[in-house]
């Protein structure tokens, strides 16, 4: 880390033009450990530092500040529009697989694919994901639920125990309503999962696994809810493809009959 630091220190628009790659491979470090630089300067996560770094180039070369930003104006053309969300979504990926714990969720992965029951909590943005990693598991002959109502997700989690797996995904990690049903089913003794963008936040205090994402810096036409979408969905991507590995005898086929069964309705309705 100090590496880094003493990189991007030295030469602020070298290092801008750089990706999280790049600048690991320049320092001789890692992904993850250019991530972790970024977050003890105080950003949220790489892309923010190369922001920065990227302004404070344009300061000390013309004494203003940088004429393009990836913020999107309301008068940006269509075109830009694609060109900064494209850009904004790359970034988010790439800096949450560089810091995401792979012992955390293989952790994660092992617990879920030899659970008798997985309930996965979220709100919001967050509930569409949630409901996203339900399905999926579904697909392979897994049992799952995404309860939507609050209420029913804290009475679904006080039928859990050990064995059965539960996962919160909220980005600010302070949701109660995601909170409250993870807190019931960590007591019960299930097995709880996190994923959220802040790795100290209330909800890690009942999740045994924590797996942390990373999202582009809000602005006024792109919320965090909106951002975080992009991270949370490579992590459930990454739960999921785990699960089907190490379930692959029983996954393949469940897999293969669902396609089949939804091609068959397909065919039998009217033209």
């Known amino acids: 880390m100090q590496r880094v630091a003493e990189a991007v220190a030295g030469d602020p628009a ?3 033009a750089l990706t999280v790659t790049g600048l690991a491979e320049l320092t001789g470090t890692s992904e993850a450990t250019v991530v972790r630089t970024a977050r003890l300067l105080g950003y949220p996560g790489y892309r923010d530092l190369r922001l920065a770094l990227a302004g404070l180039a344009a300061q000390q ?36 697989a560089a810091g995401l714990d792979t012992g955390q969720l293989g952790a994660a992965v092992s617990a879920l694919a030899g659970a008798r029951r997985t309930d996965v909590y979220g709100i919001g943005a967050s509930g569409l994901v949630a409901q996203d990693l339900t399905q999926k598991l579904l697909r392979i002959g897994l049992i799952a639920h995404a309860p939507g109502d609050p209420h029913l997700a804290v009475t679904n989690a ?16 302070s949701t109660g309503d995601v909170i409250e049903p993870l807190r019931a089913a960590f007591e019960r003794g299930a097995t709880t999962v996190a994923v959220t963008g802040r790795p100290d936040a ?6 045994d696994h924590v797996l942390t994402t990373s999202t582009s810096r809000e602005s006024e036409l792109r919320p965090a809810a909106m951002s975080s979408r992009t991270s ?7 739960l999921f493809v785990g699960v089907a590995q190490r379930t692959f005898e029983a996954a393949a086929p469940a897999l293969a009959a669902s396609y089949e069964a939804l091609a068959h309705r397909h065919r039998s309705l009217p033209r």
């Open 14 to 16: 070298g290092c801008a």
């Open 61 to 96: 070369q013309s004494g203003r500040a940088p004429a393009i930003t990836t913020d999107i104006a309301v008068d940006d053309p269509i075109a830009d529009v694609v060109a900064k969300l494209a850009y904004e979504e790359q970034q988010t990926l790439a800096d949450t």
């Open 158 to 173: 006080v039928q859990l125990r050990a064995g059965d797996v539960a996962i919160a995904i909220t980005h600010s990690g």
């Open 202 to 207: 209330p909800v890690t205090q009942y999740a």
């Open 232 to 238: 949370q969905l490579l992590v459930v991507d990454c």
